[in-house]
């Protein structure tokens, strides 16, 4: 068959407009909301005020029982956590996001936990969620956390695509982070300080790491 330039004018017309159609797809996968995380960034402000009044208590509490040496056992709901994170979370506080990074919140679930924020680029924002589960480590004070997947608005990424940027972030916080051995970098250890000041020093032990729907406990001896 002949292939004139008329054909070759309309396969190419044809491969554009393929190409646009993907394109515009992945755009819109990139930049969909999940539904959790736009129901939490949906919330307005007077919302959490209550919660987060009630999780700064209990960072008091928790202050208070470390000074005499009391043990911990705590509870912390999703509401409380993305309260603070919504309220307390800002460019003025101590503890700063990294650049580009915004609107963090996390829901949590038994077996499952994501932790949500919206990355914004120069030419286009994107809701990134990270599933992962977390328990504690076999080594003491330690928590293991399991990747699970990551996610630009509805489009999966690979894991190991973001293995560094995750490192790298890590070392800038000062975490005492690795990766555990024969896991090809999907399960993490993060280490819990054992030594905490409050007045004097005292030894610290996570003794429990419980999720629960919509809440995490907490229990510590404290010596």
């Known amino acids: 068959m002949k292939f004139t330039w008329r054909k070759f004018f309309y396969l190419f017309i044809a491969l554009g407009s393929v190409v646009i159609l993907v394109a515009s797809y992945l755009m819109y996968l990139i930049r969909a909301v999940p539904e959790s995380y736009e129901k939490e960034l949906s919330r307005p402000p007077v919302v959490h005020q209550e919660p987060v009044q009630e999780l700064l208590e209990k960072v008091d509490d928790i202050h208070e029982d470390i000074r005499f040496g009391a043990d911990l056992d705590y509870e912390f709901t999703q509401d409380q956590l993305n309260a603070w994170l919504a309220t307390q979370l800002t460019s003025s506080s101590e503890i700063a996001l990294p650049s580009g ?123």
């Open 101 to 223: 990074i915004e609107n963090p919140r996390v829901v949590l679930r038994p077996r499952q936990q994501t932790l949500y924020f919206t990355l914004e680029a120069s030419k286009f924002s994107s809701a990134i969620s990270i599933e992962l589960g977390m328990k504690l480590a076999e080594q003491p004070n330690a928590v293991e956390l399991k990747l699970q997947s990551i996610h630009a608005g509805k489009l999966p990424i690979s894991l190991k695509r973001v293995f560094d940027e995750i490192e790298s972030a890590m070392d800038r916080s000062g975490v005492n982070f690795q990766w555990k051995p024969g896991t090809d970098r999907t399960v993490a250890i993060v280490q819990i300080p054992s030594k905490v000041r409050v007045k004097r020093e005292r030894e610290l032990t996570v003794t429990a790491l419980e999720f629960l729907q919509g809440k995490v406990r907490v229990t510590a001896e404290v010596d």
